[in-house]
């Protein structure tokens, strides 16, 4: 007969067995499955420069999958490549919000997230994964789930210096793309935003969304599941069957 001791030692090893082969698999296929959802598709061209102080460049995109926002990229040069580091006020993620009292256009809502002081690189995808790039600390986490609309924007503090880089663009037909434009007066503002095709016309800005969708659980992962689940039950069943034939023992023992 086993020992009780012996067999909640096995159970024991196997249960710890099955959440580890669970946890690396789960892990495993989170940090290979991040989705790129991109503002266009197809090479991007000539930079939008900021004109003005504190605008803010702001594109919807759309998640195609339950999961959490984790990183965001930003297409930033100038016709040379040769532009100066440039530190940014801010990116921000946002909700998005109807516009009040007119057609059914969504403007940029309630901020969800926002990246302090990121630095443009010229000529390169500039990638965020901090809500501090400076430290890296906080990482960046925006829960979505599929269908859902946001905005990614940029906002720069000032016009930039020769060679004046920007925020490429590329053609995304029927995307909103919105300007928020400090010294804007009424007309063709949309309560505090312009539609870009009004200012530049309907090129998209290049920014992208990395996002991270909910897993779901593998072949592997789930008999990690079940074996631990058998483990569990198989251990039960031996320890009161043990129970039992140390019962009968004691009652023959008392017999004689």
Avoid: K
């Amino acid at each position: 007969m086993a020992h009780p001791v012996a067999l909640r030692a096995c159970a024991h090893s196997l249960l710890l067995l099955a959440g580890f082969v669970t946890s690396a698999v789960l892990a495993q296929a989170s940090l290979a499955s991040e989705i790129v959802v991109r503002s266009f598709e197809g090479p991007p061209n000539s930079p939008f420069v900021p004109f003005e102080a504190d605008m803010r460049m702001a594109t919807r995109m759309t998640s195609p999958v339950d999961g959490t926002i984790v990183g965001v990229q930003l297409l930033w040069g100038s016709g040379f490549g040769t532009a100066a580091p440039a530190q940014q006020t801010a990116i921000r993620i946002s909700d998005t919000v109807p516009l009040s009292g007119g057609p059914s256009i969504l403007l940029p809502g309630a901020v969800l997230a926002t990246i302090d002081a990121p630095v443009l690189i010229d000529g390169g995808a500039n990638e965020f994964r901090f809500l501090d790039p400076g430290t890296n600390l906080i990482p960046l986490s925006v829960p979505v789930s599929a269908g859902q609309h946001f905005f990614v924007d940029l906002e720069s503090p000032e016009p930039p210096d020769a060679p004046f880089p920007g925020l490429l663009r590329g053609n995304s037909p029927g995307l909103q793309n919105f300007m928020a434009i400090p010294s804007a007066r009424p007309g063709p503002s949309l309560d505090g935003w312009w539609d870009t095709i009004a200012v530049h016309g309907p090129p998209a800005y290049a920014m992208r969304a990395i996002i991270e969708p909910v897993p779901e659980p593998s072949s592997v992962a789930l008999l990690g599941v079940g074996l631990a689940a058998l483990t569990a039950v198989a251990y039960r069943r031996r320890r009161n069957a043990a129970v039992d034939e140390e019962g009968r023992a004691g009652i023959a023992m008392r017999r004689h």
